[in-house]
């Protein structure tokens, strides 16, 4: 449903500025980004700027699939255990005996772990959990050779979840609960009533679903922004951090894509509008949105009720909130 204008978002113990000028940000736009979400289906909006919150609507405690959100919070998650020594970067599918269900070839098992990372493995092989946009621009299966050819591709994905259970022996939900939920003061997620394992039925690797609440979410980018740091110690290597959401490969008028991480490459990101240098974002379909803004010290979470049939915000809609949420920024 639409978000009413007047509706007070319960952002739990997030700290608030008392107004927008106490931040330097400027209230005309943001009272007319309140109106502009509140007329279509976003179900939560939710921005922080320097640690507090500067605008809230909607159900932003409510928990919703994240969608394909889940990649990039499994790529923090990995670069903690790559820290470790627990996942290698350079291993290869024949290394770590990953295969899938109707075989993969000798060439497709020498794509590595960070081939899977950065959507770049060659591997084509049938998945699934997929939109219809994924599904339109797969290759066919062995046309590119293994970190070739960047294609935002769920095999990789839930593969590379297959390589993070056989690697650690950890749930991911579990492990992601405890070596960033907690530190980040995540107060919403439990790991065994909001994470799943997906079965398909032409892959034998899942998809890992999430269900997340906006204001856990902020508190994901805001770790991010902070170059993986939250309560006073390093969650996810401020290395990983900056690796992560390097412009690793050309995604057209999307910007670029790191290590399962949105990139913004010479301000492109989102349609209609420039993004500040160095903004990254974690993009689920249907308007599930976490975007982190460096030059702004901002997070801006954006949610959609995806459990119900019909409510959609495109990435155009969204770059039209986002604008106005820029045309508020201090200058």
Known sequence: ???????????????WWQGPEEAGWHPGPLAELRREAAAGDTAALMVVADGRVLHAQGAVDRRFNVHSIRKSLL?????????AGRIELEATLAQLGIDDALGLTEREKLATVLDLLCARSGVFHPSGYESPWMLSIKPARHSAGPGTTWCYNNWDFNALGSVFRHCTGADIFEDFAARIGAPCGLSDFSPARDGTLVSLPDSRHPAYPFRMTARDLARVGQMMLDGGRAAGRQVVPADWVAASVAPVSEAG????YGYMWWVERAGLLFPGLLVPPGSFAAIGVRGHVL??????RAVVVHRVDSDREGPSVSLGRFGRLLSLLLAAAPR
């Not at 998650?77 to 820290?83: F, P, Q, S, W």
């Not at 008028?253 to 670029?256: I, K, L, N, V």
């Not at 975007?291 to 702004?296: G, R």
């Open 1 to 15: 449903m639409p978000v009413p204008p007047h509706e007070t978002a319960d952002c739990g113990d997030w700290p």
């Open 291 to 296: 975007l982190v803004m460096p030059a702004l």
């Open 75 to 83: 790529s923090a998650l990995v670069g903690i255990h790559v820290a």
């Open 253 to 256: 008028y999307r910007g670029a």
